[in-house]
């Protein structure tokens, strides 16, 4: 089945590092990738999204590739903020390929920023 | 309310006692999902509604578990005979239709002692 696996946590950087955070994914099919944010006290938000290979997704200065020559989609921001810290997950859907609308979520990467 | 509402935001019962968690999703949203999430893991899908029907149920555990939508607005989740293993973060989702974004609520947080 489906199956997404990224990086454990915390990831712990000072505030204006380089953020990369690493998702790979497995599916039978051509599926959705997307990454979701969990503030503290806050549900699930999405953060970004890409459809096919090569699909760069982006929102608040994040950004993940769609790499199916790699199975990935890592996400990266050049400067992160205190306001960041968050906890980040990756998650697929076969949607597109008529596969099921049910994302199947990673563990999630706990990210803290440091002032 | 803008978002999507669970209540309540915590809680605790005893092992063997039967709990509802309730689910308010955005006015107009005809998708309504419930995930669970243990510690450490990333949400797990437990059931989808497409309006009041539950159009797909394979993600509940047992027949402990059971989920109405009776007037295609709110949602609630029926956990009978609790387990400890049953603690976990219950979350609601909703969206406008199945192919668009879910949005999420805060969840509900269960635990059983």
């Known amino acids: 089945g489906d199956s997404v696996t990224q990086m454990e946590g915390p990831v712990t950087l000072s505030e204006e590092a380089f953020l990369t955070i690493n998702c790979t994914y497995t599916?039978?099919?051509?599926?959705?990738l997307f990454w979701y944010v969990q503030y503290p006290g806050e549900g699930l938000q999405l953060l970004l999204k890409?459809?096919?290979?090569?699909d760069k997704g982006s929102n608040k200065g994040f950004e993940a590739t769609y790499r199916k020559e790699t199975t990935s989609f890592h996400l990266e921001k050049g400067s992160v903020q205190v306001s960041d810290s968050a906890v980040y997950f990756c998650?697929?859907?076969?949607?597109?390929?008529?596969?099921?609308?049910?994302?199947?979520f990673g563990r999630g990467t706990s990210l803290i920023v440091h002032p | 309310g803008a978002g999507v509402s669970q209540t309540p935001s915590n809680k605790v019962t005893e092992k063997g006692k039967y709990v509802e968690l309730r689910c308010d999703p955005i006015?107009?949203?005809?998708?309504l999902y419930w995930y669970r999430q243990s510690l450490g893991q990333g949400p797990e899908f437990l059931i989808y509604?497409?309006?009041?029907?539950?159009?797909?149920d394979s993600g509940l555990p047992n027949d402990r578990f059971f989920a109405v939508r009776p007037e295609g607005s709110v949602s609630t989740l029926k956990i009978q005979r609790t387990e400890r293993g049953d603690s976990a973060v219950y979350l609601c989702?909703?969206?406008?239709?199945?192919?668009?974004?879910?949005?999420f609520g805060p969840g509900t947080r269960l635990t059983v002692l």
């Open positions: 006015s107009g949203h005809t998708a």
């Open positions: 998650a697929l859907s076969d949607l597109e390929s008529g596969g099921s609308y049910i994302p199947t």
């Open positions: 890409a459809t096919k290979a090569d």
């Open positions: 599916a039978t099919g051509y599926p959705s």
């Open positions: 989702a909703s969206s406008w239709t199945r192919r668009d974004t879910q949005y």
């Open positions: 509604f497409q309006g009041t029907g539950a159009a797909d």
